[in-house]
């Protein structure tokens, strides 16, 4: 059930609401920006949430939205949400509660649990690449509505807190779904193929540009049928599921960054999915 807070302002002043399923760590919060005046197509707007800048984008004359991501490491408190159009600016304040997450322990290749020497090289290479990506999103909306890119149901929970063959490793920053292997892999939504390549921990791995800040990660597939660079449409065939890089077997991972924070993909169902 989603949960709304409006906050009604006087006339010269900006109105703001947030829309979430949870006010948690790992959810997505939908910003709307409304404000008074005539239409406007050159009116600034701006929003800043949780220390970064969200590009808000026209949903109507005088309203804009933003998408701001509860990152999993967000402490519960009080976070001010600024958003403003033009001269006009309002602060109003998001309060985060806690989430506990459960934990689950998994057996391995131990390669992936402590990587040999000779990876390295390999391994830090491709986390540059990983932060060179989620820093370079496009300047305008990508994306259309969201849909699950498997029809298969999910089996390993956001934010789950992973212990690898008895060592404690980072939380589980996505949903697994159970799929078989094979299984077609369409886009969730529509953007830009930034990454399509192999990649240690996660296999063959796609990663799409939604813009204005947003991403998908699409991991340990079989098969990967898309290019970088490659524009593609929502629904449009990525892949197929398999079972590389760091596996108990074959499944699909998928991932969502907003901003720079990790958020369940369920929750962008949830608020961006099709009616």
Same mark, same amino acid.
């Given at each position: 059930?989603?949960? =709304? #807070?409006? &906050?009604?302002?006087?006339?010269?002043?900006? !109105?703001? %609401?947030? /829309? @979430?399923? +949870? $006010?948690?760590?790992?959810?997505?919060?939908?910003?709307?920006?409304?404000?008074?005046?005539?239409?406007?197509?050159?009116?600034?707007?701006?929003?800043?949430?949780?220390?970064?800048?969200?590009?808000?984008?026209?949903?109507?004359?005088?309203?804009?939205?933003?998408?701001?991501?509860?990152?999993?490491?967000?402490?519960?408190?009080?976070?001010?949400?600024?958003?403003?159009?033009?001269?006009?600016?309002?602060?109003?304040?998001?309060?985060?509660?806690?989430?506990?997450?459960?934990?689950?322990?998994?057996?391995?290749?131990?390669?992936?649990?402590?990587?040999?020497?000779?990876? =390295? #090289?390999? &391994?830090?290479?491709?986390?540059?690449?990983? !932060?060179? %990506?989620? /820093? @370079?999103? +496009? $300047?305008?909306?990508?994306?259309?509505?969201?849909?699950?890119?498997?029809?298969?149901?999910?089996?390993?929970?956001?934010?789950?807190?992973?212990?690898?063959?008895?060592?404690?490793?980072?939380?589980?920053?996505?949903?697994?779904?159970?799929?078989?292997?094979?299984?077609?892999?369409?886009?969730?939504?529509?953007?830009?193929?930034?990454?399509?390549?192999?990649?240690?921990?996660?296999?063959?791995?796609?990663?799409?540009?939604?813009?204005?800040?947003?991403?998908?990660?699409?991991?340990?597939?079989?098969?990967?049928?898309?290019?970088?660079?490659?524009?593609?449409?929502?629904?449009?065939?990525?892949?197929?599921?398999?079972?590389?890089?760091?596996?108990?077997?074959?499944?699909?991972?998928? $991932?969502?960054?907003?901003?720079?924070?990790?958020?369940?993909?369920?929750?962008?169902?949830?608020?961006?999915?099709?009616?």
């Amino acid at each position: 059930m989603l949960a =709304a #807070a409006t &906050i009604h302002a006087n006339d010269r002043a900006v !109105e703001v %609401t947030f /829309a @979430s399923r +949870a $006010a948690q760590p790992g959810e997505l919060v939908v910003v709307t920006i409304a404000a008074p005046g005539e239409p406007n197509a050159k009116a600034t707007t701006h929003l800043k949430a949780f220390g970064h800048d969200v590009r808000p984008f026209a949903t109507g004359d005088r309203q804009w939205q933003g998408l701001v991501g509860i990152d999993l490491d967000v402490k519960p408190g009080t976070y001010p949400i600024a958003a403003s159009v033009d001269d006009l600016t309002t602060t109003r304040n998001l309060v985060v509660v806690a989430k506990t997450f459960r934990t689950r322990r998994l057996t391995v290749n131990p390669d992936f649990v402590t990587p040999p020497e000779s990876e =390295a #090289a390999r &391994i830090a290479e491709e986390a540059k690449l990983l !932060e060179r %990506t989620w /820093a @370079s999103s +496009a $300047a305008e909306r990508l994306w259309t509505a969201f849909s699950a890119p498997v029809p298969q149901s999910t089996n390993s929970a956001f934010g789950t807190r992973s212990i690898f063959n008895g060592t404690p490793r980072n939380a589980h920053g996505g949903a697994d779904f159970l799929s078989p292997a094979g299984t077609p892999i369409a886009a969730p939504s529509a953007g830009r193929i930034v990454v399509a390549r192999n990649l240690y921990f996660s296999g063959n791995t796609v990663i799409i540009d939604h813009g204005l800040g947003m991403f998908s990660m699409l991991a340990h597939m079989s098969a990967i049928d898309v290019h970088e660079g490659q524009v593609v449409a929502a629904h449009q065939p990525l892949g197929l599921v398999g079972a590389t890089g760091r596996v108990t077997g074959p499944h699909l991972h998928w $991932a969502v960054r907003v901003n720079g924070a990790r958020v369940d993909p369920l929750s962008v169902l949830a608020l961006l999915g099709s009616p």
